[in-house]
């Protein structure tokens, strides 16, 4: 979906009209009708403010061009809910919220990580323990996280 539809359906969906949408995000009502209409976009700023105000990613508002996925552990970020957040609510794109809540992340080293990946991660071809460890470790060390 494109920005233009994106922001239009956000600013339905919370039953507001253009006026109300650019008074939450500091802009004027023409700004949102250009939008709506893909004659501009929000800039950088405006684009966090939206984010922010209607609970949703700056990945979200540009229509998901990138597929999201978790720099500490891996696991594809398809869903907004599945992101994790700062401590001010803010969305933190880079890890799932099972890896980093409130500033803080859970696995403090990969080792940890690792060990938790082999006990519970199925493993449909009975790869002995150490294999696995060795696939998990290579794959998590492309990770921003673990580089």
């Not at 039953?15 to 008074?23: D, G, N, R, S």
């Not at 938790?116 to 060390?141: C, G, I, W």
Request: aromatic letters at 8%; glycine letters at 4%; a negative charge.
């Amino acid at each position: 979906m494109e920005i233009k539809n994106i922001l239009k359906t956000l600013r339905e969906k919370n039953h507001l009209t253009q006026e109300q949408m650019a008074k939450r995000v500091m802009v004027t009502r023409q700004a949102v009708s250009r939008w709506e209409t893909g004659e501009t976009q929000p800039n950088t700023d405006t684009l966090k403010l939206l984010s922010k105000e209607f609970d949703v990613t700056i990945n979200t508002l540009l229509g998901s061009p990138r597929q999201l996925v978790c720099q500490c552990c891996g696991m594809p970020l398809t869903e907004d809910d599945l992101i994790s957040r700062e401590p001010d609510g803010g969305y933190n794109e880079d890890y799932c919220k099972w890896c980093y809540t409130d500033g803080e992340f859970a696995y403090k080293s990969k080792d940890s990580l690792i060990n938790y990946l082999v006990t519970h991660m199925p493993n449909p071809e009975n790869l002995a323990d150490e294999e696995r460890r060795v696939q998990f470790n290579t794959y998590l060390s492309q990770l921003k996280h673990w580089k």
